[in-house]
């Protein structure tokens, strides 16, 4: 790996910090000279509506794919829950680092939780699967949409904007500001989004020297992990327009604990649909099989009319 590589990032705070962190792994590991492309996605730029209604996360993903194709940069690094679950023709998900926390992270300048917000308090995200299960637990609340970088969403709350945002903490822990956050969310409470707190590295599928040695990065049992959340949403055929949480973790016994939660696209106030499965995992393939199990289980339950027409056939490519 001996020729310069270029690491396509977005250019916020949060991006870069993890396009840093790659650059080093890189370097570290295989001497590699390794410099970043800075570019602004179309996600960055459309602040004023919801993903859901402007094409979804890969929006945040496609300027760099372009740049990848065209030769302009090697590899693209994503905060995982922001990368489509079909990647386009001719890119392949080469490597995921260990996972960071993948809970969510409760801030507040006045309230110490959840259960603390008095009635009618205004709780900012944009994220429709944190909606679905904040409804579900205070369904007195008002939730109000909140976009752009990190720093700006923190800058709302600070100006009187909101009582409570509700954020990923890997973020929050990744730029030092661990101290914002009042508690994090019990995992079967707020059950994390697919592939939360975890990095991609995403590149063209002919890269096939590069792919071998990022092979090297992969953290396996996040991989595996991962794959099962993201095999839910492949089976749902789930977009940004699904409330969808997705969370795999370990148990003791070596099992691999797969926790499900899923909303109603137009109507918050639906009860969640809820699956939990386990298995043994050892390979990818035991990892699609558990995530197929649970989106089953979920569309088993799901009442007429609840999972919008054409999704839980298995066939959905988006995210």
């Known amino acids: 790996m001996s020729a310069p590589l270029l690491i396509a990032t977005r250019e916020s705070r949060l991006a870069l910090w993890q396009a840093h962190h790659v650059q080093a792994l890189l370097t570290q590991r295989f001497g590699a000279q390794v410099d970043l492309l800075g570019m602004t996605t179309r996600g960055d730029q459309i602040l004023d509506r919801s993903l859901s209604k402007v094409g979804g996360k890969g929006l945040f993903v496609k300027e760099l794919e372009t740049a990848l194709e065209e030769g302009r940069a090697h590899l693209a690094v994503h905060s995982l829950k922001d990368v489509p679950m079909t990647l386009p023709d001719g890119f392949v998900l080469a490597a995921v680092l260990e996972r960071e926390d993948p809970r969510d992270a409760f801030v507040s300048n006045r309230y110490a939780d959840l ?92 890269a096939t020297a590069l792919r071998a040695q990022l092979q090297q990065l992969v953290h396996r049992p996040t991989w595996l992990a991962v ?58 393939a035991a990892a699609e099989a558990l995530g197929s199990q649970a989106a089953a289980e979920v569309v088993r339950q799901a009442p007429a009319g609840y999972l919008p027409a054409g999704h839980g056939s298995g066939q959905g490519s988006g995210y």
């Not at 900012?124 to 609340?141: F, I, Y």
């Not at 789930?238 to 969808?244: A, E, H, I, Q």
Request: glycine share 8%; net charge neutral.
């Open 115 to 206: 259960d603390a917000l008095p009635q009618g308090a205004r709780v900012g995200t944009s994220s429709l699967r944190r909606v679905a299960q904040l409804v579900a637990q205070r369904p007195d609340l008002v939730i109000e949409p909140l976009r752009g970088n990190l720093d700006t969403r923190l800058r709302k709350l600070d100006e009187g904007q909101f009582d409570a945002i509700v954020l990923a903490a890997a973020g929050l822990m990744r730029l030092d500001l661990e101290s914002r956050i009042r508690t994090r969310f019990d995992t079967r409470r707020m059950i994390p989004c697919a592939g939360q707190g975890a990095l991609g590295i995403e590149v063209r599928e002919d």
């Open 227 to 284: 794959q099962a959340e993201r095999s839910v949403s492949r089976a749902l055929g789930g977009s940004c327009s699904m409330p969808l949480a997705a969370y795999a973790q370990w148990a003791d016994d070596g099992a691999l604990q797969l926790d499900v939660a899923l909303g109603h696209a137009d109507d918050a106030r639906q009860p969640l649909l809820r699956a939990s499965v386990r298995a043994t995992v050892a390979d990818d």
